[in-house]
């Protein structure tokens, strides 16, 4: 029990660090995309910086409570376009100068924030597998009917060892859930990255 416990428990909080460290490598391509926009000649620079704050927003807003498949394929939709709206600035500025500053370093960290919402979304579905929290549910019962069946058999022993390993058991089973599902529980990714860079880009005077 033990031994199937600690598994699960580390593969859920590996995956709860991989989905912050995401939100922290997405925040700064972000930021260093809106930073760099700041070089290009207008009006590209005005409009792309209009595009990327809406980009934050959308990012933000889908984490400001419980998503369904839905909202998550609506949001994705919606940075897909403003992606395109982007990326049409690029090329339009690559057409006319194909300098490496300002237009090439621009171009480059765009890419890199396109990346980082692949990798990020990558990470937020990558869960523990359905079978391994199967045999985990399946091995506490289990564990638990024994631990029973051993404590009714002596009968002159106290019962109260036997109840606080099954409230502990199932609470780690939970805090094991909770990890896994960021957002649907009392566990949350933090959002500080994200909402530093929106402040950060809604400084920036157009």
Do not use: C
Not at 54 to 78: F, G, M, S
Not at 81 to 90: F, G, I, R, S, Y
Not at 95 to 124: C, W, Y
Request: proline residues 4%.
């Amino acid at each position: 029990m033990a031994l199937i416990v600690g598994f699960t428990f580390v593969m859920a909080l590996t995956r709860f660090e991989a989905r912050r460290d995401a939100v922290l490598a997405e925040a700064n391509a972000i930021g260093t995309t809106a930073l760099r926009a700041r070089l290009l000649p207008e009006p590209h620079r005005h409009e792309v910086l209009s595009l990327l704050r809406d980009y934050v927003k959308i990012r933000l807003d889908i984490t400001q409570r419980p998503a369904t498949r839905e909202d998550l394929a609506a949001a994705i939709e919606k940075s897909n376009a403003l992606q395109e709206k982007l990326w049409q600035h690029a090329m339009a500025m690559a057409a006319t100068d194909s300098a490496m500053v300002p237009t090439g370093v621009f171009i480059q960290t765009l890419n890199e924030m396109i990346d980082d919402q692949a990798k990020r979304l990558a990470v937020i579905r990558n869960r523990v597998p359905n079978i391994v929290q199967l045999a985990l549910f399946g091995i506490a019962i289990v564990a638990g009917g024994f631990a029973g069946y051993a404590t009714a058999l002596e009968v002159r022993h106290s019962r109260l060892p036997v109840y606080v390993m099954g409230v502990l058991v199932a609470a780690v089973i939970l805090l094991i859930l909770d990890l896994d599902r960021p957002g649907a529980g009392f566990i949350e990714v933090s959002q500080q990255p994200m909402i530093d860079t929106a402040a950060s880009i809604a400084a920036y005077s157009d």
